[in-house]
């Protein structure tokens, strides 16, 4: 018998070296099996990496909070009459216009104030002498209360605050009907741009003032804004009704009439499809009344209140429901 040919030798060869035993199955399961280890390992280390990144960067975020709502650095700075911690009841005199005279005999004179075209002739700067007076006598009268003149500097010929001139003309005309020592239970609050921001802006003073907040509230203003105040502003920041009081002094003028639909269109109706005041017709009003460039320090000083202050619902939950509009957090005064 011949021999096999050489050919047909080597491909009886090659054809038992590419054959797949079961130990080279084995052999290249186990490359395979490493190469999944491998993977996954590195998978492993990259979700451990970016589970730290996020830590990190949620540490980063909470430190820069609690630095921000206890800035010692500023409130070191501050030291109190211990007798404010006890004061529990708010009085609040929203300013309306800034009075720029020195002599307060001349107080309802218009050229010693700093007003809009829409106030002057109309008797309004009676009213604001009469909402000043109030507010003295009722603080006055309660050893427990905090008179806030609220009011910012709103006009861009004035170089001060409209609660500065109120709380100066208050001391000028002595309504305090007290010169030596001064009277302690009244200040300032020079933020506020619209009256939204009055009510809002006089809590967050009062704790800055006092380091706590108040049991009540009382504001004394125009009569035709009571509704506002009352149905609006109040239940925005979901204060309690029965610990609310609105006290109206209006102008003596002929107009009343002008007036009350001013107010509907200019400020109920506005504040009652933006109750917070943050969007177009409310929002620029508040940015005309900036032209200074101030902003507030309650960020730090009364830090419960930051999410109120920032809050603004989007417009379209008004024409659904009237609840989704409201602040929906925590609020010092839940309890």
Request: proline share 6%.
């Amino acid at each position: 018998m011949l021999p096999s040919p050489v050919t047909f030798a080597r491909r009886g060869t090659y054809r038992r070296y590419t054959a797949t035993s079961p130990r080279s199955l084995y052999s290249f399961d186990f490359l395979l099996s490493r190469a999944r280890v491998t993977n996954l390992g590195f998978l492993l280390l990259l979700f451990v990496a970016a589970l730290s990144l996020l830590s990190n960067l949620y540490f980063l975020h909470s430190t820069r909070y609690q630095e921000h709502a206890n800035p010692s650095a500023l409130l070191s700075a501050i030291t109190r009459d211990p007798s404010v911690r006890r004061l529990s009841h708010l009085i609040i005199v929203p300013g309306h216009a800034i009075w720029k005279g020195i002599n307060p005999e001349l107080r309802l004179h218009e050229d010693q104030w700093v007003l809009e075209p829409y106030q002057m002739g109309s008797g309004r700067v009676s009213a604001f002498f009469a909402h000043i007076l109030r507010g003295a006598e009722l603080a006055r009268e309660d050893p427990e209360s905090l008179l806030v003149f609220s009011g910012g500097q709103t006009r861009a010929t004035s170089t001060t605050t409209e609660a500065e001139s109120y709380m100066r003309l208050a001391v000028a005309a002595d309504v305090f009907l007290t010169k030596s020592p001064p009277f302690t239970r009244a200040t300032t609050e020079d933020h506020a741009l619209d009256s939204y921001q009055n009510l809002l802006f006089s809590i967050a003073r009062f704790h800055e003032y006092t380091t706590r907040y108040p049991a009540k509230i009382t504001v004394v203003g125009y009569e035709f804004k009571r509704t506002r105040f009352t149905d609006l502003h109040r239940r925005a920041l979901r204060w309690p009704i029965e610990k609310f009081h609105y006290i109206g002094v209006d102008p003596q003028t002929h107009h009343r009439l002008t007036v009350e639909e001013g107010e509907r269109k200019n400020g109920y109706v506005p504040y009652s499809q933006d109750l917070y005041g943050c969007h177009s017709v409310l929002l620029s009003k508040r940015r005309q009344r900036n032209r200074h460039a101030r902003f507030h320090s309650y960020y730090q000083s009364s830090p419960e209140l930051r999410d109120l202050i920032d809050w603004c619902p989007n417009l379209a939950s008004s024409s659904k429901d009237e609840g989704e509009q409201l602040f929906p957090g925590e609020l010092p005064w839940d309890n």
